[in-house]
């Protein structure tokens, strides 16, 4: 499904790969191109089920609003089926995009699904009640209640999952929950399709419908079955675990009995600790060592919450998953650019690290921008190496502290314009700005570079959160 | 900008999937769109009934589920509307497309029979209301 067009290569969703990705990126119009030509399979994809609808001669009619809704029924049940395709992580597909992208786009997608799904329930409800019939389970015919409690499931999912913080409910919780009711509101709107049947019921078009169906359920199969079959059989073991400034540690992994995985400098992978791949207790960190090791993997990681307090106790030998890599946030996608700048805030210079450190390896002598943003000069993670890396590239280096101590010439407080913003300036001609650390960091920089007019194609940003 | 683009295909699908939607519920309904169905309650009111006084016959029509597939009077999926049916069909002949028994069974689908075997099983009472009751819906579509 994905042979690899990517210099990185792609062929399973096995972290295994033996050619070095070219010092060259490839040229950005073909990007736009293969971005462009999956989003068009994505509208073909929600298309279909309405095309066929269209295609060949029709049942009799049912008055202009009534044929509308069922149509619109189709086509939320399209989107929402097309959003197991969202998340299944098809490196190939979502590489001109960043996976990170994708994610976002599921979200919205969802309530371009959840919209169209309530409108043709409403429009029945209100136009056609008596055509919709009861609400009790026990009076309505079975297929009523399967759309019904399908739509409920919907609506839930959605709530739980844009509300997720506001509610706390806790992510591996959430996750497992999402995957189960996802599953379950697509099998009972198939069944509310199938049991209606009015426009299922040609034999053409039922099969055609069934196949559709089974596509997208053989897409949750392949998330939840194969995905993980193929991870497992390519394990890491954790090497070293080394405690960093910040309260964050350098796990380092070696694979075992497989080639390691190449990125990009700056790509990410959900890494799997110490637990089968199946249990889907995967978390996504950055790649921080150099892209020319090639032979292991890093992560810095730092104590954020329930899992990442844990890393400190993972003992060397522990096997580990790497599913990646993904993302976009990398400075090889812009061979020609005259120089890079790096915005870090605490423990985003991680994929940064990885990026100076492959630079380095490659003996790049661009000229590089580095601020990064840390609490106090204790905190400031990475900075002796940093200093060291200053000898190896054209690499200046400005440090803002939240709490400086006695004495401090470099930056006060945080990344806000006033005290980056002279930095800047001058190089915002050109270069390319690579931004990683917390939203309203990455916000309020962007907004400072765009003020100074920075076009939006050469401001990079990761956000350590998905959700 | 990448945001933006993701905001703009949802944009898109929302078109396309509304904008396909009408246009296959024009290619489906060419003629002038039948008037708007009434906003019906749980019970159609008398002046939405047809003619016809034999309330077991309307209750039953409801109750059954005949208005899953059926309209009259405005009420009901309008795909296959019954107004009229009592000048068009003889009562021995409603009895079969009730029942989707006899000639009935042959244009009827699979499905559509199946759903309409239940009603075999109604009593001769109640069957003989629903024709009476249907016999009497006369008038055209509202
Ligand atoms: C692209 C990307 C790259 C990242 N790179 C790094 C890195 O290099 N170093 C680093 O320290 N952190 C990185 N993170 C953040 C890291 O993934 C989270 O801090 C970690 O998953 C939190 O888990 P927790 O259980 O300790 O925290 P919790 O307190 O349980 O969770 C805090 C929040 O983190 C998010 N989160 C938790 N679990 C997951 C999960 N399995 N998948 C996705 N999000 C989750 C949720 O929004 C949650 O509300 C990155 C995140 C992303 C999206």
Known sequence: MHRGDQPVKTDAPGPI????????????????????????LYLALVAAPLLMLLAGPLPKGGGRAWDFAMALGFGGLAVMGLQFVLTARFRRATAPFGIDIIYYFHRYAALVGIGLVVAHYAILRVGFADAVGPANPLAAPWHMTAGRVSLGLFVVLIVSSLGRKLLRIEYDGWRIGHAVMAVVAMVLAIVHIMGVGHYTAAAWRGTVWTAYSALWLMVAGYIRGWRPWVLRRHPYRVTSVRPERGRSWTVTLEPEGHPVLRFRPGQFAWVTLGTSPFRAREHPFSFSGSAADSRRL??????????????????????????GPHGVFSTDHFPSSPGFVFVAGGVGIAPVMSMLRTLADRGDRRPLLLIHGCRSWDDCLFREEVQELQSRLTLSVFQVLQEPPPGWSGGVGV???????????????????????PKPMADAVQQTLRRRGVPLGRIQTELFDMA | MRERIAILVCWLTLGLVVGLSWLFALRHNPVAPPPAPSVSVAAPGPEARPPGTNEAGARLFREQGCTSCHALGGNGNPRYPLDGVGARLKPDELRAWITGTGPAAGTLSAMVVRRKAR??????ADLAALVAWLGEARAPAP
Do not use: N
Request: aromatic share 12%; hydrophobic share 40%.
């Open chain 1, 17 to 40: 790969a033996s050619s070095p990705p070219p010092p060259e990126a490839r040229p950005s119009p073909a990007r736009w191109w293969r971005a462009v030509a999956w989003i068009g």
């Open chain 1, 298 to 323: 890093q992560f810095t990681i730092k104590e954020l919450g329930d899992f990442t307090r844990t890393i400190k106790e993972v003992t060397p030998g522990t096997i580990a998953y790497v599913d």
């Open chain 1, 415 to 437: 990344l806000s314009e006033e005290v980056i913003g002279p930095r800047l300036a001058p190089l915002t001609a050109s270069q390319v700005f690579f931004l990683c650390g």
């Open chain 2, 119 to 124: 009603y075999l099983e109604l009593s001769d």
